[in-house]
């Protein structure tokens, strides 16, 4: 069983900043990508970035240079810092991976439980 655990979220002042985590446990041979994805009440899930296995990245097209995401590999856990934060950016995170159980096997996508950030003063 594949289990993600968030946590680093919570209320910030404007301009403030927060890096979220995410930690993948479980039995698996390996984790292909890991992202992150944002959702405000009564909106879709807004991508926000991933980043494979090798390093390469992605970024959804809102995000201005103000979200950079990482991931440790032997620790299984990726990380969202997010600086200059907006009241805008108040939402639910999740973490989303795609995790390979087998060698040779396709991958299979998970999600996070999200974490609450709120942005306000």
């Known amino acids: 069983q594949v289990q993600l655990v968030e946590s680093g979220g919570g209320l910030v002042q404007p301009g403030g900043s927060l890096r979220l985590s995410c930690v993948v446990s479980g039995k698996f041979y390996n984790i292909p990508s890991m992202g992150w994805y944002r959702q405000v009440p009564g909106q879709q899930r807004e991508f926000i970035a991933a980043?494979?296995?090798?390093?390469?990245?992605a970024y959804g097209d809102f995000v201005k240079g103000r979200f950079s995401i990482s991931r440790d590999n032997a620790k299984n856990t990726a990380y969202l810092q997010i600086e200059s934060l907006k009241p805008e950016d108040t939402a639910v995170y999740y973490c989303?991976?795609?995790?390979?159980?087998?060698?040779?096997?396709?991958?299979?996508?998970?999600w996070g439980q999200g974490t609450q950030v709120t942005v306000s003063s």
């Open positions: 989303h991976v795609d995790v390979r159980k087998n060698a040779g096997r396709p991958s299979e996508k998970y």
């Open positions: 980043m494979v296995s090798g390093g390469g990245t």
